[in-house]
């Protein structure tokens, strides 16, 4: 949704004061030294760069005074009033003032009309800005004791001399601003926004922004305004486009005007180049120019000196600078650049080929075939497949008679480049055309190479498997070097065995694809040895046979095929040198369908974090999926759906494998969680429009549980039920996925043997242990026990399912009660109620229980939250004023109430009021 000039979310952004955040330590020390206006030091000078928030600061210090009953005066100097003397205090001239030229009169005049009981509080925004006269009175105000300074000035600019007197002579504190924090500037913004944002969207604002609270306030309202920053499912989410409008320009463009043409030259330099070597960047631009902008604080070198490199101090520098520079002038500066790196250090220079070969194109220069494909292959590894893309067109419009291998290259470089930007047909259409040529050829690097990218094109991008299959069948048949070709048998010897083995790792990932663990390991895992395979190959038998062992169950002997990963010695490509965050995440996703959620959440959360800012967006939508799903988990849909809008996004920049589908089924979920069926409808439609047919592996889960939700609202729980079994029958190779789908048919209530004994069939062949929890669950509610599914809820508990530990402890407290246990029922009852303040707070009102029966009198509840904090019950009389005696009675009256026996149950089984949940005490 796009809001509309009428939306009240588009008018809060745009219109209303951005919330005073991120200054309350400063605020609170500036404040705590107004008082009578004699103790010093009394009030502040704050230092700060532009748009940190120094004027805002000054602003609410001022509103501060004035609710404590103090008398304000404002003074906002200016570069125009500096050249009129006294100019910036004209509007406090008291009337029937003298000539100023009488100084001694014109000061008494100031302090006459000025002075207060209190001392007035004078607030001086930019105060660098002040002629000297207006200074120089301001000084001799504060020294008299008439009023109490608060002055703001900028960072960097010549401050009058009585200004600086200020805080030197210890006549007030100086208080220097920095720049607000990604965190801070992330809940500026999300509150100004208000309701939910996405956590990416934050990140790349506070990162474009640069911690500059103005340059953020233009940022966000142009995105609004544009449609950039909207609201979809209402979480806001921002496409990353910086809309240049007048306000946001005119506020950057007040610290870049006063540059000469020289440095505004440089600047864009730095701007195309960044990050830009020292040493290039002196060949192109004057060094005493390079000073000078360092100088202003408008470029910083970062590196150890010598061999540094340029960084513009803030990011939006190079937005506007480059948005002033004309075509021609751009293809002169990428130009110079170009011609500068290929000067340098010839190691450098191969460093940076990618940018090399891309500015002598927009230049217009000459740039070799060879250059263009090794810069092809270099963008795609940096997942720039926008410029891959191009390079590679480049370099097959400039050669088209050169010979097979390299033009074959080029053309799988450009459909991995097709595949980065989501135009998978184009990609496909064009393996299909070069796969005779590369057979024929019969160069191995080719080949190798072609089959890697068919099988992520056709197979994981499209979900055709049974055309990668054969072309897998097609590679593996041809006659090897050797001349010995397949057997009539269709067995493969001599060089036709090599080539079997060489195409092994996709049969293996197409198997785990379609459901079939235990398939893709027996392929996979006797190859997990084969040095002498190529990388990409290497890698995916690694991938495959950790994730078939995930599944199945097998996480001991997982883990060990993950520290191989993780020992994988790095190489060019960019999947070998990701393989190690690769077993990091499936061990967190294995950990997840272990249901140890409590352990993987704030890995999830680091991950996530950290990959904000990745250019791969399929590795950025993974870590959204993990953590979005762990979030559904743990009870917080709401947090999940903004996590899943990012890896929406993401996926929609390229889906392999069916990622896209897998955001929009567990989006799905969090609607259906939250109260939401007809969202959670069009989530699902959306999800069956996009699939594909891969990734069956990743999905089934989470697929099923979505249709099962919904299912429930529109039919009732027992066509909920069938649906749950029908998804555990699917794939019995999947473990782990089965035991979920039948402990979700036990949920919706289903009390079968037949689901117990299969949840314990697969606990006994599992290396993990929540099948065993998810077996005794089913156990609990067969025989209503409620001491059981007590026992079961806490388990829940510790590992963070808390909406399982809800529904456990729910059905305990309806388990006592049958079986007329009062007090169990009452403590089962408070403990659902304690639990429930771990979900999201939509969710409480269905969980909560309105009267659980347990009334602690006022006394006895304090007493127990105190004890339950760990204190003694010395400890507890000495707080309260009472004796021991009283507080043992109290804590005997309160275990009773609760059915429990131990002070170490007292957190667990206390009820807890929350906002909006109100209970009766009795007093």
Same mark, same amino acid.
């Given at each position: 949704?796009?809001?509309?000039?009428?939306?009240?979310?588009?008018?809060?952004?745009?219109?209303?004061?951005?919330?005073?955040?991120?200054?309350?330590?400063?605020?609170?020390?500036?404040?705590?030294?107004?008082?009578?206006?004699?103790?010093?030091?009394?009030?502040?000078?704050?230092?700060?760069?532009?748009?940190?928030?120094?004027?805002?600061?000054?602003?609410?210090?001022?509103?501060?005074?004035?609710?404590?009953?103090?008398?304000?005066?404002?003074?906002?100097?200016?570069?125009?009033?500096?050249?009129?003397?006294?100019?910036?205090?004209?509007?406090?001239?008291?009337?029937?003032?003298?000539?100023?030229?009488?100084?001694?009169?014109?000061?008494?005049?100031?302090?006459?009309?000025?002075?207060?009981?209190?001392?007035?509080?004078?607030?001086?925004?930019?105060?660098?800005?002040?002629?000297?006269?207006?200074?120089?009175?301001?000084?001799?105000?504060?020294?008299?004791?008439?009023?109490?300074?608060?002055?703001?000035?900028?960072?960097?600019?010549?401050?009058?001399?009585?200004?600086?007197?200020?805080?030197?002579?210890?006549?007030?504190?100086?208080?220097?601003?920095?720049?607000?924090?990604?965190?801070?500037?992330?809940?500026?913004?999300?509150?100004?926004?208000?309701?939910?944002?996405?956590?990416?969207?934050?990140?790349?604002?506070?990162?474009?922004?640069?911690?500059?609270?103005?340059?953020?306030?233009?940022?966000?309202?142009?995105?609004?305004?544009?449609?950039?920053?909207?609201?979809?499912?209402?979480?806001?989410?921002?496409?990353?486009?910086?809309?240049?409008?007048?306000?946001?320009?005119?506020?950057?463009?007040?610290?870049?005007?006063?540059?000469?043409?020289?440095?505004?030259?440089?600047?864009?330099?730095?701007?195309?180049?960044?990050?830009?070597?020292?040493?290039?960047?002196?060949?192109?631009?004057?060094?005493?120019?390079?000073?000078?902008?360092?100088?202003?604080?408008?470029?910083?070198?970062?590196?150890?000196?010598?061999?540094?490199?340029?960084?513009?101090?803030?990011?939006?520098?190079?937005?506007?600078?480059?948005?002033?520079?004309?075509?021609?002038?751009?293809?002169?500066?990428?130009?110079?650049?170009?011609?500068?790196?290929?000067?340098?250090?010839?190691?450098?220079?191969?460093?940076?080929?990618?940018?090399?070969?891309?500015?002598?194109?927009?230049?217009?220069?000459?740039?070799?075939?060879?250059?263009?494909?090794?810069?092809?292959?270099?963008?795609?590894?940096?997942?720039?497949?926008?410029?891959?893309?191009?390079?590679?067109?480049?370099?097959?419009?400039?050669?088209?008679?050169?010979?097979?291998?390299?033009?074959?290259?080029?053309?799988?470089?450009?459909?991995?480049?097709?595949?980065?930007?989501?135009?998978?047909?184009?990609?496909?259409?064009?393996?299909?055309?070069?796969?005779?040529?590369?057979?024929?050829?019969?160069?191995?690097?080719?080949?190798?190479?072609?089959?890697?990218?068919?099988?992520?094109?056709?197979?994981?991008?499209?979900?055709?498997?049974?055309?990668?299959?054969?072309?897998?069948?097609?590679?593996?048949?041809?006659?090897?070097?050797?001349?010995?070709?397949?057997?009539?048998?269709?067995?493969?010897?001599?060089?036709?065995?090599?080539?079997?083995?060489?195409?092994?790792?996709?049969?293996?990932?197409?198997?785990?694809?379609?459901?079939?663990?235990?398939?893709?390991?027996?392929?996979?895992?006797?190859?997990?040895?084969?040095?002498?395979?190529?990388?990409?190959?290497?890698?995916?038998?690694?991938?495959?046979?950790?994730?078939?062992?995930?599944?199945?169950?097998?996480?001991?002997?997982?883990?060990?095929?993950?520290?191989?990963?993780?020992?994988?010695?790095?190489?060019?490509?960019?999947?070998?040198?990701?393989?190690?965050?690769?077993?990091?995440?499936?061990?967190?996703?294995?950990?997840?369908?272990?249901?140890?959620?409590?352990?993987?959440?704030?890995?999830?959360?680091?991950?996530?974090?950290?990959?904000?800012?990745?250019?791969?967006?399929?590795?950025?939508?993974?870590?959204?999926?993990? !953590?979005?799903?762990?979030?559904? *988990?743990? =009870? @917080? %849909?709401?947090? /999940? #759906?903004?996590? +899943?809008?990012? &890896?929406? $996004?993401?996926?929609?920049?390229?889906?392999?494998?069916?990622?896209?589908?897998?955001?929009?089924?567990? !989006?799905?979920?969090?609607?259906? *969680?939250? =109260? @939401? %069926?007809?969202? /959670? #409808?069009?989530? +699902?439609?959306? &999800?069956? $429009?996009?699939?594909?047919?891969?990734?069956?592996?990743?999905?089934?889960?989470?697929?099923?549980?979505?249709?099962?939700?919904?299912?429930?609202?529109?039919?009732?729980?027992?066509? /909920?039920?069938?649906?749950?079994?029908?998804?555990?029958?699917?794939?019995?190779?999947?473990?782990?996925?089965?035991?979920?789908?039948?402990?979700?048919?036990?949920?919706?209530?289903?009390?079968?043997?037949?689901?117990?004994?299969?949840?314990?069939?697969?606990?006994?062949?599992?290396?993990?242990?929540?099948?065993?929890?998810?077996?005794?669950?089913?156990?609990?509610?067969?025989?209503?026990?409620?001491?059981?599914?007590?026992?079961?809820?806490?388990?829940?508990?510790?590992?963070?399912?808390?909406?399982?530990?809800?529904?456990?402890?729910?059905?305990?407290?309806?388990?006592?009660?049958?079986?007329?246990?009062?007090?169990?029922?009452?403590?089962?009852?408070?403990?659902?109620?304690?639990?429930?303040?771990?979900?999201?707070?939509?969710?409480?009102?269905?969980?909560?229980?309105?009267?659980?029966?347990?009334?602690?009198?006022?006394?006895?509840?304090?007493?127990?939250?105190?004890?339950?904090?760990?204190?003694?019950?010395?400890?507890?009389?000495?707080?309260?004023?009472?004796?021991?005696?009283?507080?043992?009675?109290?804590?005997?009256?309160?275990?009773?109430?609760?059915?429990?026996?131990?002070?170490?149950?007292?957190?667990?089984?206390?009820?807890?009021?929350?906002?909006?949940?109100?209970?009766?005490?009795?007093?």
């Amino acid at each position: 949704m796009t809001p509309g000039h009428d939306d009240p979310a588009l008018e809060r952004a745009l219109h209303a004061e951005w919330p005073f955040r991120g200054r309350a330590d400063e605020l609170d020390v500036i404040t705590r030294t107004l008082g009578d206006g004699t103790s010093r030091p009394a009030g502040a000078v704050v230092v700060a760069p532009a748009g940190v928030g120094k004027t805002r600061l000054v602003r609410e210090v001022g509103r501060w005074a004035s609710e404590q009953g103090m008398t304000t005066l404002s003074i906002i100097a200016t570069e125009a009033g500096a050249l009129t003397p006294y100019g910036a205090v004209l509007h406090l001239l008291p009337e029937g003032t003298h000539d100023p030229m009488d100084r001694a009169a014109w000061h008494a005049a100031f302090a006459s009309a000025m002075r207060s009981e209190r001392g007035t509080v004078l607030l001086v925004d930019d105060a660098q800005h002040l002629d000297h006269g207006s200074a120089a009175l301001l000084l001799q105000l504060c020294l008299d004791g008439v009023i109490v300074p608060v002055v703001s000035v900028r960072r960097g600019e010549r401050v009058p001399d009585p200004i600086t007197s200020l805080w030197k002579d210890g006549l007030t504190l100086r208080v220097d601003l920095q720049p607000f924090s990604h965190k801070e500037m992330g809940e500026v913004i999300g509150h100004a926004l208000g309701g939910l944002v996405s956590a990416r969207t934050l990140t790349r604002l506070a990162t474009v922004s640069g911690g500059n609270i103005l340059y953020a306030r233009e940022l966000v309202t142009a995105a609004v305004e544009h449609g950039s920053l909207v609201q979809r499912d209402d979480v806001w989410v921002w496409d990353t486009e910086v809309v240049l409008a007048p306000r946001l320009v005119d506020a950057v463009w007040a610290r870049l005007a006063l540059l000469d043409p020289e440095q505004r030259r440089a600047l864009a330099l730095v701007a195309l180049g960044e990050p830009l070597p020292l040493e290039v960047a002196e060949r192109v631009a004057p060094t005493e120019v390079l000073a000078s902008l360092e100088e202003a604080d408008l470029v910083h070198v970062d590196g150890q000196i010598g061999r540094g490199v340029l960084r513009l101090a803030h990011p939006l520098y190079g937005e506007v600078v480059l948005d002033r520079v004309g075509r021609v002038s751009r293809r002169r500066l990428v130009g110079d650049l170009a011609d500068a790196y290929a000067a340098a250090d010839p190691q450098l220079a191969r460093a940076e080929a990618v940018r090399i070969a891309r500015w002598r194109l927009e230049a217009g220069q000459p740039v070799s075939q060879d250059a263009l494909l090794e810069a092809a292959a270099r963008a795609n590894h940096a997942f720039a497949h926008d410029l891959a893309e191009r390079l590679a067109r480049s370099a097959l419009a400039a050669g088209a008679d050169h010979h097979t291998p390299v033009r074959a290259r080029l053309v799988i470089e450009l459909a991995r480049a097709l595949v980065g930007s989501s135009q998978i047909d184009e990609a496909d259409q064009l393996l299909a055309r070069l796969e005779p040529a590369v057979l024929a050829d019969g160069d191995q690097d080719s080949v190798d190479d072609y089959v890697d990218v068919r099988y992520w094109v056709t197979g994981l991008a499209l979900g055709r498997a049974d055309e990668v299959l054969a072309v897998l069948d097609r590679v593996a048949g041809r006659v090897g070097a050797d001349g010995a070709p397949a057997g009539a048998d269709g067995v493969q010897t001599g060089a036709g065995s090599r080539a079997a083995d060489r195409v092994a790792a996709y049969r293996a990932a197409l198997a785990i694809g379609r459901g079939r663990a235990r398939e893709a390991l027996d392929i996979a895992e006797p190859l997990l040895d084969r040095s002498d395979l190529p990388v990409p190959q290497q890698v995916l038998l690694l991938e495959t046979t950790g994730e078939a062992l995930a599944v199945l169950g097998l996480h001991r002997r997982a883990a060990i095929v993950w520290e191989r990963m993780r020992r994988f010695p790095v190489g060019a490509t960019g999947r070998a040198a990701s393989l190690a965050a690769e077993a990091d995440l499936q061990a967190l996703f294995s950990a997840m369908l272990d249901g140890r959620v409590a352990d993987v959440l704030p890995g999830l959360e680091a991950i996530h974090h950290q990959a904000a800012d990745s250019p791969d967006a399929i590795n950025r939508g993974l870590t959204g999926l993990g !953590l979005g799903r762990c979030l559904i *988990l743990a =009870g @917080r %849909p709401e947090q /999940a #759906r903004a996590v +899943l809008l990012d &890896a929406v $996004a993401d996926f929609g920049e390229v889906d392999l494998a069916d990622s896209l589908t897998w955001a929009q089924v567990l !989006l799905s979920q969090t609607a259906s *969680l939250s =109260g @939401r %069926p007809d969202k /959670a #409808r069009q989530w +699902l439609d959306r &999800a069956q $429009a996009s699939r594909q047919g891969a990734g069956v592996t990743r999905l089934t889960v989470d697929i099923v549980c979505a249709q099962a939700w919904l299912t429930a609202a529109d039919r009732g729980a027992s066509a /909920a039920v069938a649906v749950a079994l029908e998804g555990a029958g699917r794939h019995p190779e999947l473990e782990l996925d089965r035991a979920w789908l039948l402990h979700l048919a036990c949920r919706l209530g289903d009390r079968s043997k037949d689901v117990t004994t299969s949840l314990r069939q697969i606990a006994a062949g599992a290396e993990c242990e929540y099948p065993t929890l998810l077996a005794d669950h089913a156990e609990a509610l067969r025989g209503n026990d409620g001491p059981a599914l007590e026992d079961v809820a806490e388990r829940f508990a510790e590992r963070g399912l808390v909406p399982l530990a809800i529904e456990a402890a729910r059905a305990s407290a309806q388990a006592h009660r049958d079986a007329g246990s009062a007090e169990g029922a009452r403590r089962l009852s408070a403990r659902t109620d304690g639990l429930a303040l771990r979900v999201d707070a939509a969710l409480r009102p269905a969980v909560m229980v309105d009267d659980h029966g347990v009334r602690l009198s006022r006394r006895e509840e304090e007493v127990a939250t105190l004890a339950a904090a760990g204190l003694s019950n010395a400890a507890i009389a000495d707080r309260l004023v009472l004796s021991v005696r009283t507080v043992e009675s109290h804590l005997y009256q309160a275990f009773a109430k609760l059915g429990i026996t131990s002070r170490s149950d007292l957190a667990r089984y206390l009820p807890r009021s929350t906002p909006g949940h109100s209970r009766s005490r009795a007093q």
